[in-house]
């Protein structure tokens, strides 16, 4: 069967720490590998997305690396603030289905 | 600001009863999602639309739930009857697949079934 698998613990992180989470997907072949912040009582919103034939997309102080070997993207934020506490999810898209892992939920301390 | 809204926003009925969500996609969009949100299962695709047509629903339960598009400005999500383990955040999401291929989420409806 399909899975998206999100790191399960959530993470507590020193600010100016970088935090690195990892998706991990079995029985897919996504086109895009996309990658979403979601806070309390509000919908995800997009930050990056990655194709499939990248390696490597940077955004600011975000990085996504992306290998269809392992089946796994990982998601770095570097310079860790508190403003950057939130849960974040990884999403799958093939053709026009998007699925969601379950999320991880990252608490940068001041 | 374009933006995906739902309504309401929070919802309690009682067993039994039926629900209705709605959603206002992004206009131009071409693809309109609909997931549930809980605790446990995390973010669980419910149904997807392209161009207004249904394309997959196989996770909704079938004897349920339905979800349809009338039109190019509504998306609507029913549950009749409504069980208590229908309680979660329900959230729309609308995008241009095939192109830009993000998907925006509405502010979710909370619903509680007592």
């Known amino acids: 069967s399909q899975k998206i698998e999100q790191n399960s613990e959530a993470l507590n992180i020193q600010e100016g720490k970088t935090a690195t989470l990892t998706c991990n997907y079995t029985n897919y072949s996504p086109a895009y590998l996309q990658w979403y912040r979601q806070d309390p009582g509000r919908g995800p919103v997009f930050l990056l997305l990655?194709?499939?034939?990248?390696k490597e997309k940077r955004k600011e102080r975000l990085k996504v690396t992306f290998d269809t070997t392992l089946k796994q993207s990982l998601f770095h934020i570097t310079a860790s603030q508190p403003a950057d506490s939130a849960t974040y999810l990884c999403a799958l898209q093939v053709d026009y289905k998007l699925s969601f892992g379950a999320g991880t939920t990252v608490t940068v301390r001041a | 600001d374009a933006r995906v809204t739902q309504t309401p926003r929070d919802k309690v009925t009682e067993m039994g009863q039926e629900v209705t969500m709605r959603c206002q996609p992004i206009l131009g969009h071409n693809t309109v999602f609909w997931y549930r949100q809980t605790m446990m299962q995390g973010l669980e695709l419910l149904a997807y639309f392209r161009n207004r047509a249904p394309l997959d629903d196989s996770g909704m339960p079938k004897d349920r739930f339905s979800a349809e598009m009338p039109d190019a400005t509504l998306a609507t999500l029913k549950i009749q009857p409504s069980e208590p383990r229908d309680s979660a955040v329900y959230f729309c999401a609308s995008g241009l697949f095939g192109t830009v291929s993000k998907a925006f989420f509405g502010q979710g409806t909370r619903l509680t079934v007592v």
């Open positions: 990655i194709r499939e034939n990248e």
